[in-house]
Nanobody, 124 residues
Framework: QVQLVESGGGLVQAGGSLRLSCATS??????MGWFRQAPGKEREFVAAHRGSRDSTFYADSVKGRFTISRDGAKNTLYLQMNSLKPEDTAVYYC???????????????????WGQGTQVTVSS
């Protein structure tokens, strides 16, 4: 049975940092990503990690501040978030795709499995 379990969310002041983790079990995935959903807004793409060559992709809003990484041995995906802003406040979701996503890594529908989400709140 496939499971994705996020952790690491919390409350932080603007300018601070948090590190999210997503522990996976049940199988391996070609592409994994992070999405987020703020209150009253649609879920949006944050970052993706693809393949054994560690290709990474970011939304413009987080580029230069967030870093996605993956520990294959631990089957864990990470999202290091620095210089956090109040507008980063959202529920963050880990997602996993069976397929190797060439261009559709930023689309929700490309992912087969989702975690339950972890709340990140950034105070001003």
């Amino acid at each position: 049975q496939v499971q994705l379990v996020e952790s690491g969310g919390g409350l932080v002041q603007a300018g601070g940092s948090l590190r999210l983790s997503c522990a996976t079990s049940g199988r391996t995935f070609s592409t994994m990503g992070w999405f987020r959903q703020a209150p009253g807004k649609e879920r949006e793409f944050v970052a993706a990690h693809r393949g054994s060559r560690d290709s990474t992709f970011y939304a413009d809003s987080v580029k230069g501040r967030f870093t996605i990484s993956r520990d294959g041995a631990k089957n864990t995906l990470y999202l290091q978030m620095n210089s956090l802003k109040p507008e980063d406040t959202a529920v963050y979701y880990c997602a996993a795709a069976i397929q190797f996503l060439v261009t559709a890594y930023n689309r929700e529908g490309s992912y087969n499995y989702w975690g339950q989400g972890t709340q990140v709140t950034v105070s001003s």
